[in-house]
């Protein structure tokens, strides 16, 4: 009996009990849907998805080696890169500093060009001076035509003759006061003559060495303005000395006449003239008395025969003159003949050819 109050009681208690935690506890709550087995479910995924980290793992650690293998390269890249800077600078230093010396030597070559330049005008300047003061064979001066029967024509008649084409320079001479007149064709210099009754008198005459021995040298061993005086000892200081300071050795200032030779004395024949066959410049003014010197002064050609330097190959005691029709002869062709002991007249001349 009481072994069966004790187990109602105790069921009654245990009822009440399981009333009392029933009524305190919170309320039990439904499993989410899917429980268990969506559970497992979503750690597969989860497991499928470390399986893929893991792998991207190892490939980011591969990725990481080769990360790590091209900073290598990139620091040895970069230290190459530093030396090449390095060697870079220095050479721009070298290049700065050819620079200045090449840009020294550019004015040093744009100054030598200007000096070049200006030289090559004086050049041009010179090369002009030259052509007009070169030699030129002059023309006979011969400018009017004849038939064969000696009848003047038009010279466009035949177009042969001298007169025709007028060949070479145009006779032309530049008269000086201090006794001179030269050819500006040949540039010789010539001695006018006069009949003053001195040394340059057209009448005097000489034996072909006299004319070397005596008339050319008096030219070139008295002084320019008294022929009288001699300076062949010291030149210039022997006329200064007598006649003042200034005053020069040698007819016009010069000592280097001479007499013609053959092709000289052909040079001033003009053959447009008759007797004698020169030029104006040799034939002016001429009368007795008259002087070579000064803007009034004459310049005189005498009919004789005037002496050159050249002596006859084939007869060597003649030597070659210029009769008053402008002949060049080693023979007279009328009355005697003319040798090297004859007097002839002279005429000095210098310079030119």
């Not at 006329?239 to 300071?245: F, I, K, Q, T």
């Not at 030779?261 to 003239?273: A, G, L, R, W």
Request: with cysteine.
């Amino acid at each position: 009996m009481k072994n069966k109050l004790f187990s109602v009681l105790f069921a009654l208690f245990y009822g009440l009990f399981i009333t009392y935690i029933a009524w305190a506890a919170p309320p039990f709550e439904v499993p989410a849907k899917g429980g268990l087995p969506q559970c497992k479910a979503d750690l597969e995924v989860c497991e499928t998805d470390l399986s893929t980290c893991g792998g991207d793992l190892t490939d980011c650690t591969m990725d990481l080696g080769i990360c790590a293998s091209d900073l290598g390269l990139c620091i040895e890249n970069f230290d190459t890169c530093s030396e090449d800077l390095s060697s870079c600078a220095s050479d721009l230093s070298n290049c700065n500093a050819e620079f200045e010396t090449c840009d020294n030597d550019l004015i040093t070559c744009t100054q030598n060009l200007d000096q070049s330049s200006e030289n090559l005008s004086i050049c041009e300047t010179d090369l002009l001076v030259c052509q007009e003061n070169a030699v030129v064979f002059p023309a006979t001066g011969q400018t009017l035509c004849w038939t064969q029967a000696g009848v003047p024509i038009e010279c466009d008649v035949e177009k042969g003759e001298d007169g025709y084409f007028e060949a070479g320079g145009t006779l032309s001479y530049i008269w000086n006061d201090d006794g001179t007149v030269v050819d500006a064709n040949t540039k010789l210099m010539w001695e006018r003559k006069d009949m003053s009754g001195g040394i340059h008198d057209m009448n005097r005459t000489y034996r072909w060495v006299q004319s070397f021995r005596e008339h050319i040298h008096v030219l070139n061993n008295t002084c320019k303005n008294d022929e009288t005086v001699s300076c062949g000892v010291t030149g210039d200081a022997d006329c200064a000395a007598e006649l003042g300071e200034g005053e020069v050795c040698g007819f016009a200032g010069f000592r280097d006449w001479r007499m013609p030779n053959v092709k000289e004395m052909q040079s001033i024949i003009d053959y447009s003239q008759t007797m004698p066959a020169v030029s104006l410049a040799f034939n002016w003014m001429c009368g007795e008395g008259c002087s070579l010197m000064g803007e009034s002064g004459c310049s005189c050609t005498s009919l004789g025969n005037y002496w050159t330097s050249t002596s006859h190959v084939g007869n060597p005691e003649r030597a070659w003159f210029a009769d008053r029709e402008g002949q060049i002869r080693f023979i007279e062709m009328i009355g005697s003949d003319v040798h090297k002991y004859n007097e002839l007249r002279v005429r000095a001349v210098r310079g030119g050819l």
